[in-house]
Structures are given as C-alpha cells and as structure tokens.
C-alpha cells in the first residue's frame, strides 16, 4: 500500500471515531448445535463463543443471562407480580377464588418450569468456575480479558422449555407449541456503564451485537420460523416447495440458521406453520411464519401494509440493515427479537394486526439497529417506537385526528390526573406498577419525540432522527447521545425539556389568562401554571379563513424555531422562564377573529387544555378543540 493511500485510510478510520471519542462496543460470536425433545419440550445445547474485549478494562468475570430460570415459584419474576398484587401485569397473573389477582408463576407444575441447566463451560479448553444467581450466571475467568483482545468459551447445557407465562415457552394460548425467545445462555453487555447483568423479572433485555451460527435439530414434522437466514431451505419443510427430507434415526432434520450483528437470535416451531414471503422494493424480504385458520384471516391482506410500512420507516428513520424479517406467530403478545418479531395472530381487525406488526417491526430500529438498553432506558426504545407506530399507522389507516399524536397526548393527560404517574427515567423494571411503567416508557417516551416536533418543528425533527440513525446505527445510544444530536442539528438549546420530561414528573399547563379587544388590535394574557417550562405556538383563525401563528420561544432554548405547520408563522420576543405571565399584542379586531387559542395542532401536551381556546364572539366563550 502506497503511503498516500495508508495516509487516506487512517485519517478517513481516526475521523469516524474521533466524533466518539470514549465509544467502544463488545462483540459476540455464537456457533450452536441443539437437540429438541419436542415429545418432552426439553433440548440439548452446546455453543462456542468468540468474545471481543473492545473495552480499555482488563475482564476478570463474564455474565451471561439465563432467562428461563425465572419461570418457577419463588423466582424474583413471581416476587415482583405477588408485591405489586391489582397493579402486576395481567399476563403474568391469574385471578383466585375472591378475584384477587395472583402470581400465574406461584402454582406452575415443576415439569413445566423454566430450568436451564449449566453442565459446564471453558475457556479455551479449561473448565471454569461459575454461579447461577436467579437469571444470571456468573463465570470466574481463568486468564482475565486483556482491552482490545478475544477469548472463546464453550459450554453444554440442557433446557426444560416452560409453560408459557412471559413471551416464551411451550403452547401458547393460540397453540403454537414452541416460542423460543431469551432460550440460551446469553452473553451480557458491557460497556462503560458495566456488566448489564440485571435480573430478568418480565420486562426489557440488552445484549452486545453478535454473531450466529446455528443448527436446530427437531422432529422432521415441524417447521421453525426464526431471525436469520435459513442455510438449507431444500432439506426442510415450507421454504421451497422443492424441499425433500433426509431424516436421521429419530426422524428428526436439522435446520441451519446464521444472522450477523445482531442482538439475538429467536426461533419458533410448529407443525402447523404455513410459511409465506414477499420483498419489499428497496427493502427487505418479509417472511409470515403462522398456522393459516379463520381465526387468521387477515394476514392474507398484510402484504400492501407491510410494503408501504417499510418503505415509510426507510424513508423517515433510516435504512433497515438486514436482508428480511420475519413476523411469526407465537409469544403472548408482541415482542421483538433480532430480525423478527412474535405476534399473537389472530387479531380482531386488520388494522389492529397491521399496528401490532407496525409496533414491534419499528424495534428493528430502535432496540436493534439502535440497540440502547432498554433496561435502564426503556423510554428510548419503547417511547421512539410507538412514535414510529403512530407516525406510519396515521399513513395506512386515515383517521381524522389534526395530528398522529393527538390520542397519546391525551392518552397522558388522562393518565396524570390519577396521580399515579412516575417518572420517565427510571429503570424499567422498577417501577411501581405495570401501568406506571407503560405511561413513563411508551408514553412519555413518545411525546419526548412530539414536544420536540412542537418545539423545533417537525422538519427539523426528521433531520434529527435521520442524523441519529447515521452516527448511531448499530451502536449502543443513550440518551445524552440524542440529545447531543438534537442540539447540534437544531442549534437549540434543549437540557432544560429532557431533565424536566425524562427525570420528572412536572407536567404542561398553559392557559389563556385574558383577552382585551381594543380597536385596532387585541391584547392577549397568556399564564404559565405548569411546571414544565415551554415554548408556545399561539394560532388565530380569521374570519377570510387564515391560520396565523405567533411563536413565542423559551428564553433557554436560545434559538427560535423556524417555521411549522401554519404558512403565516411569526417569532415574538422570549418568555423568560422565571415568568409566570407573558402578554403580546396581535393586530386583529374582534370582528375580525372567529377563534384563538394554543396550539391548534394539539401536540403541546398541556394537562389542561379546556382553558387554551377561545371562539370569538361567544358571550360564554367555550372551548375550542380542533378536530374534537
């Protein structure tokens, strides 16, 4: 190599990361053989790993997950749904004779627990010494993991696959017999945060990018639906109708699977699959993997959403980067894996199965190609994807609210007049309740996204999610990562909104103080009773039938926004934020106004809104909600 070029090269490699100077990420690479008992609902497994230390720490300990281990009475997963009682999760609980709800968990047959027997496992070809903790297991290094440098283990385990309380497990209420998800000994993350060793109790996973190799041998009368690439489609059923079979002795085939830099690898099995696949133009092959019935009907009609869905999601947040996905019936709901997703298939409409797919292919991007870790962050996986849910489904089902994001907004406010709201950044599986961990990660998290569209404008929005992907993608952000990347693309100064909405509880309430009218203008009184600080749209419609929007900025943000939904757009002087009252003059007449008010495309998620519309002309002036 000539030393312009090496010159080019290193500089083109030094630039890409010196805008990250203290980011490293570990990679995994899986090579598996596993065995299925499906008479029995047991398997063997045996893996190899390839571990990269990328970190500047020297590892003396490795942890790995085994998830199934919380499937069983007394587990932490059971302890949690039992403290919580009424506010638990209903899939996880049933109820008893005085219809109390209780722990599903607490009275599970001991041949259908989750267990996931450690045998043993090496390093480079020595045993090691390890613990099992719950859903962790601690493993005792015999050379310690030098910075910058790779170790391989092995191990051998055997699995009894659970009833089906939480995502995984046997027969699952739809009947699939087999949903393989969090099944294997899972290496955990590290990053300059530490081991993200937390102990599984039902809700959110993280996970380094990985590799994977692996074969499945099962009875020769199921077919597998997984996240991944299928080896051999000619020697199994329902990829290829030229398949033929070669069963060994026991009348089972392997299944060969590999999928790289992904997070996980999951897999579902049944007899009764029907496997059907279409490619999106520009996009991915789509896989459907469900047991074809009435009760499954519309998954016939999911090819033209599902196209249109891609190619918005490619379009406004960032290529999807692996060759297909597969949506496969199984689970308990619907959740996300690397490549795939599992779904519960027999849905009361087509709109609702087209929003389930909708929600949980969206994690594509923001728990995998994104991959922050939801355990301590869910609002930025769960929080961005129903963003994205919402934003595609307003595409391919019409509706006539004023924006995609009106029925969250009061989704919220609803929710905080019971007093029962917690706050954004907690970690995930800590909160008080299954409903206050939904509002604070789904909900919050997707209006951290819609306040920043009403504060910035939602143009300028779509170049931050675009930028976010393309320094980010298949890495690991958090959120001061995003934040960095709405500030340097907006200019604005936006500390003050994500300490407030993430690490609070302070809510939005803005109000119409008073109005004047004079006789040549109208004087407006605006009052701040919140305690959230925000900038504020107020919109006038005219009797000729204009929207005119006065803009006035938060003093902290530092730049205005630029423009938005409304053609006449005009920016007043900041509302410093120590001040509860802000008053303006605008140069329109009573006779010349039918209705005024804040924010007529509802975005601004004031707990109040009853009090931020006027009709003009009213002697009882009245609310005035767009779209209501």
Known sequence: MNKFLFTLLFCAFFYSFAQLPYYYQQHVSYKMDIDVDVANFTYKGYQNIKYTNNSPDELKVVYFHLYWNAFKAGSMMDAKVHNQGDEADSRLTTLDAKGSKISRLSSIPANEEGVQNIHWIKQNNVPLKFEIQGTIMKVYLDNPI?????????????????????????????????????????????????????????????????????????????????????????????????????????????????????????????????????????????????????????????????????????????????????????????????????????????????????????????????????????????????????????????????????????????????????????????????????????????????ELGYIMGENMLKQVMKKYYDVWHLKHPNGKDFLHIAQNVSGMDLKWFYHYWINTKKTIDYAIKNVQYNANSTTITLENKGGVPMPIDFNVFTKDKKIVTYNIPLNMMRTPKVNDYFGSFQVLKDWRWTDKIYQFDIPFTKDELVAMGIDFTQRLADINPQDNFIEVGNNNPQVMVQGK
């Open 146 to 450: 030098k910075p910058n440098s790779s170790t391989e283990f092995s191990m051998e385990w055997d699995a009894n696959i659970p009833k089906q309380i939480r995502r995984a497990g046997r027969r699952n209420k739809e009947g699939i017999e087999m949903t393989m998800t969090q099944w294997y000994p899972k290496v955990s993350e590290y990053d300059y945060e530490g081991w993200a060793a937390f102990d599984y109790v039902g809700r959110e996973f993280h996970e380094p990018f990985a590799d994977f190799d692996v074969n499945i041998k099962i009875n020769k009368d199921y077919i597998i639906g997984a996240g991944g690439t299928l080896q051999n489609p000619k020697r199994v059923k329902g990829y290829d109708v030229n398949y033929t079979l070669n069963p060994d002795s026991e009348g089972k085939v392997s299944w060969h699977w590999k999928a790289q830099n992904i997070l996980d690898f999951a897999w579902s099995a049944d007899p009764d699959y029907t496997v059907e696949s279409f490619v999106v133009p520009d996009g991915p092959k789509i896989y459907l993997v469900y047991q074809k019935s009435e009760k499954t009907k519309y998954w016939g009609e999911l090819k033209p959403y599902l196209t249109k869905y891609y190619q918005i999601m490619n379009s406004t947040f960032g290529e999807y980067l692996y060759p297909s996905y597969a949506f496969i019936q199984g689970g308990d709901g619907g959740m996300e894996y690397g490549m795939c997703s599992m779904v519960l298939g027999e849905a009361s409409s087509l709109s609702r199965l087209v929003g389930l797919m909708a929600h949980e292919g969206a994690h594509s991007w923001f728990q995998q190609i994104l991959a922050t870790n939801e355990s301590m962050r869910p609002w930025m996986d769960e929080g961005f994807t129903s963003y994205a849910e919402d934003y595609t489904m307003y595409t391919l089902f019409p509706t006539k609210e004023p924006n995609p994001f009106a029925g969250v907004v009061d989704s919220y406010i609803s929710f905080v007049k019971t007093g029962k709201e917690e706050p954004a950044g907690w970690l995930g599986d800590h909160h008080d309740s299954e409903r206050a961990y939904s509002v604070a990660s789904y909900t919050k998290g997707e209006l951290f996204l819609v």
